[in-house]
């Protein structure tokens, strides 16, 4: 079956710092891929996405890179703020009428001033 | 425009107790879902609706659960005799349509988060 694997939290890093939470999967097919951010007190909100192999998903500041031969979806930002903090979940959904989004078990990041 | 919508945003009961969640999804979007989140965990699929039906309900954990979407827009989680393990954030999302990317893209609601005492 489908299943995301995801680097296991909590992270802590100071502000400026740069990030990487790895993402990797396991799918037939061609799934598509998401990084959604839970924010505190607030509801899950998509930060970027790739629907194919070799695309690359980017918004405010962050970027991830699908890469279909080692099946990974890496979140990276350059330099991290506060206002970063949050729950991130990497994410796949296999199209084509298997519909439902398969999460993994999230990341907890907290930046430090 | 609006997003999707849930109600209530916190639900407590009583152990045995029904309990109906509602969701409300973005205007136009024929497809929808329920997802479960307990604490600490990532969203778990439970059922999904194209139009009025349910295309997929595979994620529900037993017949205590129950979805309905009449109409084929809102819809409403239904859990009979509920259990202090059915305590989670009951989430929903709409996507324009199944199928093909991007209109299979899932917008969330808030959540309705579900204490059972």
């Known amino acids: 079956g489908n299943s995301v694997t995801q680097m296991e939290g909590p992270v802590t890093l100071s502000e400026e710092a740069f990030l990487t939470i790895n993402c990797t999967y396991t799918?037939?097919?061609?799934?598509?891929l998401f990084w959604y951010v839970q924010y505190p007190g607030e509801g899950l909100q998509l930060l970027l996405k790739?629907?194919?192999?070799?695309d690359k998903g980017s918004n405010k500041g962050f970027e991830a890179t699908y890469r279909k031969e080692t099946t990974s979806f890496h979140l990276e930002k350059g330099s991290v703020q506060v206002s970063d903090s949050a729950v991130y979940f990497c994410a796949l959904l296999r199209n084509f009428g298997n519909e439902k989004l398969t999460f993994g078990t999230g990341t907890r990041l907290t930046i430090i001033p | 425009g609006a997003g999707v919508s849930q109600t209530p945003s916190n639900k407590v009961t009583e152990k045995g107790k029904y309990v109906e969640l509602r969701c409300d999804p973005i205007s136009g979007h024929t497809a929808l879902y329920w997802y479960r989140q307990s604490l600490g965990q990532g969203p778990e699929f439970l059922i999904y609706?194209?139009?009025?039906?349910?295309?997929?309900d595979s994620g529900l954990p037993n017949d205590r659960f129950f979805a309905v979407r009449p109409e084929g827009s809102v819809s409403t989680l239904k859990i009979q005799r509920t259990e202090r393990g059915d305590s989670a954030v009951y989430l929903c999302?709409?996507?324009?349509?199944?199928?093909?990317?991007?209109?299979?893209?899932?917008?969330f609601g808030p959540g309705t988060r579900l204490t059972v005492l």
């Open positions: 609706f194209q139009g009025t039906g349910a295309a997929d």
């Open positions: 999302a709409s996507s324009l349509t199944s199928g093909r990317p991007p209109n299979n893209e899932q917008f």
């Open positions: 799918a037939t097919g061609y799934p598509s």
């Open positions: 790739a629907t194919k192999a070799d």
